[in-house]
T-cell receptor
Framework: EAGVTQSPTHLIKTRGQQATLRCSPI?????VYWYQQALGLGLQFLLW???????NRGNFPPRFSGRQFPNYSSELNVNALELEDSALYLC?????????????FGDGTRLSIL | AQSVTQLGSHVSVSEGALVLLRCNYS??????LFWYVQYPNQGLQLLLK??????LVKGINGFEAEFKKSETSFHLTKPSAHMSDAAEYFC?????????????FGQGTTLQVKP
């Protein structure tokens, strides 16, 4: 089966711009998660979507937002980009909401802010 | 609050030697536990998971981990390291109560394998 796919692979923006990152989950997976992996900060939970609804968000400002579409794909939007938003953004998916279901990750989108 | 501690940010072993990567968790209730591996410029790949079944868990690529409740540990081992095992390894936990959806990750351990 195809894994989690993310696009684009790399994205270069300048301060103040807006970025949109996309994620397609594994077929049959309804939950999608977003994480930020910034240098020196480790992996930080951003957002969780399931069945089209936002279920939880991490400790990030409101300019980080997203949505999940009827086909379970998702996009992450980051507005008013700041230099510290430079990071690898990882999307993961799981089969359902149960916490014993492992999250499967894509290869990420590298966002660079100039 | 749950937390994960990975002892040793860098571990270096010789090819063919035992690999031991340490993970300790802090949780009032034993959580579900996962090990992931990240190769350069890639995402995270699931190695294995503990979800309240057998305490000794076998994963992919010859890795295994043992859940020890008394020690709140979930260390990752491999009997014989290969050069291809060089990567960053992350231990993660998720709660079995009040589902938040998030995995809490340790800070990661970079494994170096010397020829």
């Amino acid at each position: 089966e195809a894994g989690v796919t993310q696009s684009p692979t790399h994205l270069i923006k300048t301060r103040g711009q807006q970025a949109t990152l996309r994620c397609s989950p594994i077929s049959g997976h309804t939950s999608v998660y977003w994480y930020q992996q910034a240098l020196g900060l480790g992996l930080q939970f951003l957002l969780w979507y399931d069945e089209g609804e936002e279920r939880n968000r991490g400790n990030f400002p409101p300019r980080f937002s997203g949505r999940q579409f009827p086909n379970y794909s998702s996009e992450l939007n980051v507005n008013a980009l700041e230099l510290e938003d430079s990071a690898l953004y990882l999307c993961a998916s799981s089969r359902g909401q149960q916490t014993n279901q492992p999250q499967h990750f894509g290869d990420g989108t590298r966002l660079s802010i100039l | 609050a749950q937390s994960v501690t990975q002892l040793g940010s860098h571990v270096s072993v010789s090819e063919g030697a035992l690999v031991l990567l340490r993970c300790n968790y802090s949780s009032s209730v034993p959580p579900y536990l996962f090990w992931y591996v990240q190769y350069p410029n890639q995402g995270l790949q699931l190695l294995l998971k503990y979800t309240s079944a057998a305490t000794l868990v076998k994963g992919i690529n010859g890795f295994e981990a043992e859940f020890k409740k008394s020690e709140t540990s979930f260390h990752l081992t491999k009997p014989s390291a290969h050069m291809s095992d060089a990567a960053e390894y992350f231990c993660a936990v998720s709660t079995i109560v009040s589902n938040t959806g998030k995995l809490i990750f340790g800070q990661g351990t970079t494994l170096q394998v010397k020829p």
